[in-house]
Every structure is written in structure tokens, then in C-alpha cells.
């Protein structure tokens, strides 16, 4: 160029000069407007900004693979958002209480999500600061302080809004991701569990009632309209006569059926007070064994009693006891029916520092998935000649002893447990 320039190729030198000067700017944006692209898309994934236009003019194999990457975040992305919606819809349509924290090892709790429920318990606004929160809410944040943020199932007394203290059901979980702590706790009225299975309860009791009372009185009813037919025959014939007879028969049938029904109703409602005394458990069940030993004999059912102590005592009605372990030895009889052979009843008694357990377990057909919440009700049986009274007299003669009778059961080994308080 130096050479051009000064053997008077000065056009020539400058014309040249301007090529080159042409050819740095092409070739300077010719890799800059690309590697613009490609910051303004790793921008847009640092910040989880979705909402850029790719420029799809660039065929570059890494800004193509670039461009796949930014569209295959942006869908993640979205459906992440959708996933969060759904979570967030079902969480605040439950009817417990659910309030998560988070934090990482060295910060401070953060309110990760509160339901609407749990403020709606503590009728307070939907924080998503823990200060605010505990500022707001002190006597629970001192709970969870008091417990040190650790797993716990329990029952907790709050006062809202200076009224009368209410019992919650408190339980609380922690987990511990790569990056988080969280720490979950759950809060259900106590009160409105109680109600609402209180509720379901008279509802299953009802209809048990009246499809009983429906399925007495509709024939009865029918009876009574086809004898007024006779009533209005100057003389019966003999075999009007003998079905007259016959119809009087069914409705005292049935008029006996109704009085046995409340009968049996009446025994569940009006429990006797347990006449309690020192009474041993072992003995006790020994000697209903041996009562019904002939049955179990005709029947071709081997009974075993386990037990690891010759005596347990506890504070109880002998003659009401007595009268739920027959119960549940006549229900395992019934159970026993299906089978050809290999009958077998285990009676397993076990002790804890506080309590003392009579399990009664048969090889049976077992309880249905289908009626297993239903068989405490008063009146559901699934025998012929059932009353349908015995489970749920056997529940409250042990809910009268400050104890619970309870059931597991699936083909081949259901067992109903007695608890008892030990002396």
C-alpha cells in the first residue's frame, strides 16, 4: 500500500484501503449479529424470559441447538406453570389447613405456600412473609418454634381472635432437598371431623332404619288392604277363611320383627353403666372358649389362646366383656362357613407398658373392601339372620370401658382387637 502511495498510485492506494476497511466492518458483524442472537437467548433462559422471538435465519449448528434448547426450557417452563396451577387449585379446595416453609441452610424460614383453608382457620390474609406471619400468628409460630420444627402428630389448643380456645389436629413433616428445607404442617378442626363423621354416621344409621322398617311395614300395609276385602263378605268361605288366618300370622310375624328391631335399639342406646372390678383377662377368655367348646367342636374349628402371660388384669364389667368376646367368636364362626376344612380361630393377647390387647383372628372369608365402613353401624349385617347389633354393641360396651375395638381383615386372616388399660 506504501509503495502504491508513493509511486502516485494514490487512487489506486485509497480504493484499496476502502476494501479492506469494507471487508473488517462485513466480517465484524457478520460474527457479531449472531453471537448478539445467542447472549439475547442465553439472557432470556438465565432470567426464564419466554417470551423472545427467536430469529430462526441463523443456521449455525450451535445457534440451532441453541434455538432447540430456549424452545424445549420454554415448554418445561410452561408446563411446570400448569402443573403449579393444578397443585395450587387442589390445595386450596381441601378442607385442612396446610401451611409450607422453606429456607436454605443459612437463611431464614420463608412461607413456600399457605392455603386459603389455613387462613381461613385463623381468619387472616394469605402471607407469604414468615415475619408478617409470625407477627400476625404468634401463639402457632411459638408452636412450631417450641418443637423445633420437627415431625409431630398431635392435638393443639388455639384461641382465635380472643375467643374461646378450639382444638386443632396438628401434624408436621420435613424433608430436606439438595437445595431447601421444608417443613409442612397440616391443621384439621377436630370439631369438624367429629361432626362430619357424626353426621355420615346418622346418615348410614337411617337408611340402615329405614330400609328395615320399609321392608316390615310394606308388607304389613299390603296385608291390612287385602283383608279389608273380607271384611266386606258377608260369610267367608273355608279358604277365605284360612287365608284371612294365614294373613294374620305374617303381620304378627311382622309386628314381632318390629318389636325385637326396637328391642335391639334400645340395648344400643341405653348401655348399661359397666359395673367394673379387677377382672383377669386370660381367665376371662379361657372361660369362653370353653363355653362354646362344643360349638367349635361340631363345627370342626381347632382355637388356640397365644399369650406369653398366665394373668393380665384390668379394671372391666366381666359379664359385658364377656358378652363382645362371644360376639366376635359367633361373627368368626360365620366366617368359617366358607371354608371346606382347616378351620381355625387364634385368640392372641399381648401387653404394653399401658395397654393390653385381645385380638381374636380367623382363616375366614374376610370382610369386603366394599362394606368394611359399615360394619360398626347399628342394624348392617350380611347374615340371613343377623340383627345387625352385635359389632356395634361390642364397640360401645368398649368404648364404655375407656378401650376400642377395631378390625383388619383380608382373605384368609381377619382379626378384630380388643384394647383394655392395664392396672
Given at each position: 500500500?506504501?509503495?502504491?502511495?508513493?509511486?502516485?498510485?494514490?487512487?489506486?492506494?485509497?480504493?484499496?484501503?476502502?476494501?479492506?476497511?469494507?471487508?473488517?466492518?462485513?466480517?465484524?458483524?457478520?460474527?457479531?449479529?449472531?453471537?448478539?442472537?445467542?447472549?439475547?437467548?442465553?439472557?432470556?433462559?438465565?432470567?426464564?424470559?419466554?417470551?423472545?422471538?427467536?430469529?430462526?435465519?441463523?443456521?449455525?449448528?450451535?445457534?440451532?441447538?441453541?434455538?432447540?434448547?430456549?424452545?424445549k426450557q420454554k415448554n418445561q417452563y410452561f408446563d411446570q406453570q400448569s402443573v403449579k396451577l393444578i397443585y395450587d387449585n387442589l390445595l386450596n379446595s381441601i378442607s385442612s389447613g396446610i401451611l409450607i416453609l422453606r429456607k436454605t441452610e443459612s437463611e431464614d424460614w420463608e412461607i413456600f405456600l399457605?392455603?386459603?383453608?389455613?387462613?381461613?382457620?385463623?381468619?387472616?390474609?394469605?402471607?407469604?412473609?414468615?415475619?408478617?406471619?409470625?407477627?400476625?400468628?404468634?401463639?402457632?409460630?411459638d408452636k412450631l418454634k417450641s418443637i423445633n420444627f420437627e415431625e409431630v402428630n398431635e392435638t393443639l389448643e388455639i384461641s382465635i381472635d380472643n375467643s374461646e380456645n378450639q382444638t386443632y389436629s396438628l401434624k408436621t413433616s420435613a424433608i430436606k432437598t439438595y437445595t431447601y428445607q421444608y417443613y409442612?404442617?397440616?391443621?384439621?378442626?377436630?370439631?369438624?371431623?367429629?361432626?362430619?363423621?357424626?353426621?355420615?354416621?346418622?346418615?348410614?344409621?337411617?337408611?340402615?332404619?329405614?330400609?328395615?322398617?320399609?321392608?316390615?311395614?310394606?308388607?304389613?300395609?299390603?296385608?291390612?288392604?287385602?283383608?279389608?276385602?273380607?271384611?266386606?263378605?258377608?260369610?267367608?268361605?273355608?279358604?277365605?277363611?284360612?287365608?284371612?288366618?294365614?294373613?294374620?300370622?305374617?303381620?304378627?310375624?311382622?309386628?314381632?320383627?318390629?318389636?325385637?328391631?326396637?328391642?335391639?335399639?334400645?340395648?344400643?342406646?341405653?348401655?348399661?353403666?359397666?359395673?367394673?372390678?379387677?377382672?383377669?383377662?386370660?381367665?376371662?377368655?379361657?372361660?369362653?372358649?370353653?363355653?362354646?367348646?362344643?360349638?367349635?367342636?361340631?363345627?370342626?374349628?381347632?382355637?388356640?389362646?397365644?399369650?406369653?402371660?398366665?394373668?393380665?388384669?384390668?379394671?372391666?364389667?366381666?359379664?359385658?366383656?364377656?358378652?363382645?368376646?362371644?360376639?366376635?367368636?359367633?361373627?368368626?364362626?360365620?366366617?368359617?362357613?366358607?371354608?371346606?376344612?382347616?378351620?381355625?380361630?387364634?385368640?392372641?393377647?399381648?401387653?404394653?407398658?399401658?395397654?393390653?390387647?385381645?385380638?381374636?383372628?380367623?382363616?375366614?372369608?374376610?370382610?369386603?373392601?366394599?362394606?368394611?365402613?359399615?360394619?360398626?353401624?347399628?342394624?348392617?349385617?350380611?347374615?340371613?339372620?343377623?340383627?345387625?347389633?352385635?359389632?356395634?354393641?361390642?364397640?360401645?360396651?368398649?368404648?364404655?370401658?375407656?378401650?376400642?375395638l377395631t378390625f383388619k381383615s383380608k382373605p384368609g386372616d381377619t382379626g378384630f382387637l380388643m384394647s383394655f388399660h392395664t392396672l
Amino acid at each position: 500500500m506504501v509503495f502504491l502511495l508513493n509511486h502516485d498510485f494514490l487512487f489506486t492506494g485509497f480504493f484499496g484501503l476502502v476494501i479492506i476497511l469494507v471487508s473488517v466492518i462485513e466480517f465484524y458483524y457478520f460474527f457479531k449479529n449472531p453471537f448478539r442472537e445467542i447472549q439475547k437467548v442465553l439472557s432470556a433462559l438465565v432470567h426464564d424470559d419466554y417470551s423472545l422471538k427467536v430469529n430462526t435465519n441463523q443456521h449455525s449448528a450451535l445457534f440451532s441447538d441453541l434455538e432447540k434448547l430456549y424452545c424445549k426450557q420454554k415448554n418445561q417452563y410452561f408446563d411446570q406453570q400448569s402443573v403449579k396451577l393444578i397443585y395450587d387449585n387442589l390445595l386450596n379446595s381441601i378442607s385442612s389447613g396446610i401451611l409450607i416453609l422453606r429456607k436454605t441452610e443459612s437463611e431464614d424460614w420463608e412461607i413456600f405456600l399457605m392455603n386459603r383453608t389455613f387462613a381461613d382457620i385463623f381468619q387472616i390474609p394469605v402471607y407469604s412473609s414468615w415475619n408478617n406471619l409470625q407477627r400476625n400468628l404468634t401463639e402457632f409460630t411459638d408452636k412450631l418454634k417450641s418443637i423445633n420444627f420437627e415431625e409431630v402428630n398431635e392435638t393443639l389448643e388455639i384461641s382465635i381472635d380472643n375467643s374461646e380456645n378450639q382444638t386443632y389436629s396438628l401434624k408436621t413433616s420435613a424433608i430436606k432437598t439438595y437445595t431447601y428445607q421444608y417443613y409442612t404442617a397440616t391443621l384439621d378442626s377436630v370439631q369438624t371431623i367429629i361432626e362430619k363423621k357424626e353426621k355420615q354416621a346418622w346418615h348410614d344409621l337411617m337408611q340402615v332404619i329405614s330400609h328395615e322398617m320399609m321392608n316390615t311395614l310394606t308388607p304389613i300395609n299390603s296385608l291390612i288392604n287385602s283383608m279389608e276385602y273380607y271384611t266386606d263378605q258377608p260369610q267367608l268361605s273355608e279358604e277365605d277363611s284360612e287365608d284371612f288366618k294365614e294373613s294374620l300370622k305374617t303381620i304378627q310375624k311382622k309386628t314381632v320383627h318390629i318389636l325385637e328391631f326396637v328391642e335391639n335399639y334400645r340395648k344400643i342406646s341405653q348401655l348399661p353403666q359397666p359395673k367394673k372390678k379387677n377382672t383377669d383377662l386370660v381367665k376371662l377368655v379361657g372361660t369362653c372358649v370353653e363355653m362354646m367348646h362344643s360349638v367349635f367342636e361340631e363345627k370342626g374349628i381347632l382355637v388356640g389362646i397365644i399369650s406369653d402371660y398366665e394373668e393380665l388384669n384390668s379394671l372391666i364389667d366381666p359379664v359385658l366383656i364377656e358378652r363382645v368376646i362371644i360376639n366376635l367368636l359367633t361373627n368368626s364362626i360365620y366366617s368359617l362357613e366358607s371354608r371346606e376344612n382347616d378351620r381355625q380361630i387364634k385368640i392372641k393377647i399381648q401387653k404394653t407398658s399401658e395397654r393390653i390387647f385381645v385380638g381374636i383372628w380367623d382363616n375366614g372369608s374376610g370382610i369386603e373392601k366394599e362394606i368394611r365402613d359399615k360394619v360398626f353401624i347399628p342394624f348392617f349385617t350380611t347374615r340371613t339372620n343377623g340383627a345387625g347389633i352385635g359389632l356395634s354393641l361390642s364397640k360401645n360396651i368398649m368404648e364404655a370401658h375407656d378401650g376400642n375395638l377395631t378390625f383388619k381383615s383380608k382373605p384368609g386372616d381377619t382379626g378384630f382387637l380388643m384394647s383394655f388399660h392395664t392396672l
